[in-house]
C-alpha cells in the first residue's frame, strides 16, 4: 500500500469537504461518476473509434463510447459527437487542425478580455501556429459585436471562436453566427463554462448558430476531465465532411487511445445532465450567482459588467489598491476557494492581477441557495475590508481575524 499517495488523496478529499470552493472550473461529481474513472476501464487501449479498433478486446469499450455519442447527440440536439478528447484545449486544437493551416487566421477572444488561452493567445500554439486576431469587451466589460463584426470583415478569419472563460454576460450566439457568415469563417462556439447551463435550459444555445461545438465536461455540466466536440446540422451543410475532419484530427491528428474510464464517467454525466433534478441544478447556479453578486456589489465591491448572466462573477479590486493573488491567498487561509484572474483593461499581469474570479456551480451542488450565498457575500466582503484596513500583503498566518474568520466558516460549513 503506497500509504504517502492515499494519505494525501484523504487529505485532500477533506479539504473539498472542508471549504467553500468558489472557482467557477471546479464542481463535485457524482458517486457514479467516481466509480467510472477509478474503475477496470483504465486497463484498456482502444486507438481507434467503436468497431474500427487497432487493438482487440474491444467489445464493451465500444458499446460505453457508442452510448456515450449517443447521450452527448441527443442531450445537445446535433448529428455528430466525440468523446475522446482528453481535455478542452486538446479539442480546441483538433478544431483548428482539422479546419486551418498553419498560418490561416484564427479569431478568438483575447485573454485579458475573458477569452482562453486557446482562443489565439501568443504563449499557445493557437497563437504561434496561427495568425491570430483578438477581439476584446468595451469598456462596459460588454462584448461589442460591432467591433466583432468589423474585425471580422477586415481580418477575414476562417475559424471564429466565440465563448469565453470569464465573461459574466449571455453570449449572444446568433449574433456571432451572423458575423462568421459574412466573412465565410467557420463559427467554433467553445461552451466549456456554461454547458450545464445551456442543457439546463438558463442559457442560449450555439446549435442553431454555430458549425463546431466544443465544451469541456468537468465544470458546470458536473462530469469528469474530458471534452466533447460536436458538429451541428449548419456545421454539415456548410462542410459535408466535417464530422470526418474532426474524428481525424483528434485521432490519429493528435492523440493515442482514449481515456476509457473518462469517455464512461462522461456517458454517466450526460446521463444525469439529462434528468429535471440537472434543470433545477442549473436554475439555482444562475440565482446563487446573482444573490451573491447583489451581495458583494452592496458590500462596496465593484464587478466587471456590474453583476452576472450565468454561474460567473468577475470582482475588480483596484479602487481597494489590493491584489487578487493577495486576496485570493487571504480568502483560502479563511476556508474560501477563489482564484486570481486578470479584468478587462487590467495593468497587472496573470500572475498578479487586479481581480477574483468566483463561481456558483460547486457551492450549488453542495445544496446551498439565496441565504448562503447572502453569508458567503458577507464574508467576502469581510475579508477585503480587512485586508484594505491592515495592508496589501497582511500576515495571514499571525493576524487573529483571520483565525476567527476561519472558525466562523468552518462552523458555517459544518452547519
Do not use: W
Not at 449517443?70 to 478544431?95: C, H, M, T, W
Amino acid at each position: 500500500m503506497d500509504t504517502e499517495i492515499l494519505d494525501l488523496i484523504e487529505k485532500e478529499k477533506k479539504r473539498q469537504k472542508e471549504v467553500i470552493n468558489l472557482i467557477p472550473s471546479e464542481n463535485y461529481v457524482s458517486e457514479e461518476v467516481l466509480r467510472a474513472i477509478g474503475s477496470v476501464l483504465t486497463n484498456k487501449y482502444s486507438e481507434g473509434y467503436p468497431k474500427k479498433r487497432y487493438y482487440q478486446g474491444n467489445k464493451y469499450i465500444d458499446e460505453i463510447e457508442t452510448l456515450a455519442i449517443e447521450r452527448a447527440k441527443k442531450l445537445f440536439d446535433v448529428p455528430f459527437a466525440n468523446v475522446q478528447a482528453y481535455s478542452g484545449s486538446i479539442a480546441n486544437l483538433a478544431v483548428y487542425f482539422a479546419l486551418l493551416k498553419p498560418g490561416d487566421t484564427l479569431m478568438g477572444m483575447s485573454l485579458p478580455a475573458g477569452g482562453h488561452l486557446t482562443h489565439g493567445a501568443s504563449v499557445t500554439i493557437s497563437g504561434i501556429n496561427y495568425k491570430s486576431v483578438q477581439y476584446g469587451v468595451g469598456k462596459d466589460g460588454y462584448i461589442d459585436y460591432d467591433e466583432v463584426e468589423k474585425l471580422a470583415l477586415k481580418c477575414k478569419p476562417k475559424v471564429i471562436v466565440c465563448g469565453a472563460t470569464a465573461y459574466p454576460r449571455v453570449i449572444d450566439f446568433e449574433k456571432f453566427g451572423k458575423i462568421a457568415d459574412l466573412c465565410g469563417a467557420f463559427l467554433l462556439s467553445d461552451i466549456s463554462h456554461i454547458a450545464g447551463l445551456i442543457v439546463g435550459g438558463v442559457h442560449q444555445s450555439p446549435v442553431p448558430f454555430a458549425h463546431v461545438i466544443m465544451t469541456t465536461t468537468h465544470k458546470s455540466l458536473r462530469g469528469p476531465r474530458g471534452a466533447i466536440l460536436m458538429v451541428t446540422e449548419r456545421g454539415l451543410e456548410k462542410d459535408p465532411n466535417l464530422a470526418k475532419k474532426i474524428d481525424h484530427a483528434v485521432f490519429p491528428g493528435l492523440q493515442g487511445g482514449p481515456h476509457d474510464n473518462v469517455t464512461a464517467g462522461i456517458a454517466i454525466c450526460l446521463k444525469e445532465a439529462s434528468e429535471s433534478s440537472f434543470r433545477e441544478y442549473a436554475k439555482q447556479v444562475v440565482i446563487n450567482a446573482k444573490i451573491l453578486a447583489e451581495e458583494l456589489r452592496s458590500g462596496g465591491l465593484i464587478l466587471s459588467t456590474g453583476g452576472t448572466d450565468n454561474h460567473l462573477i468577475l470582482v475588480d479590486l483596484r479602487n481597494r489598491n489590493l491584489s487578487g493573488k493577495v486576496v485570493a491567498e487571504a480568502l483560502e487561509r479563511t476556508g474560501i476557494v477563489v482564484n486570481k484572474n486578470t479584468i478587462p483593461f487590467d495593468m497587472g499581469s496573470s500572475f498578479d492581477p487586479s481581480g477574483i474570479r468566483l463561481g456558483t456551480p460547486a457551492v450549488t451542488t453542495k445544496g446551498m441557495k439565496q441565504e448562503e450565498m447572502k453569508q458567503i457575500g458577507g464574508f467576502i466582503v469581510s475579508v477585503i475590508n480587512h485586508l484594505e484596513k491592515v495592508s496589501s500583503r497582511g500576515d495571514f498566518e499571525n493576524d487573529k481575524f483571520f483565525d476567527i474568520m476561519a472558525n466562523t466558516i468552518n462552523n458555517f460549513i459544518h452547519t
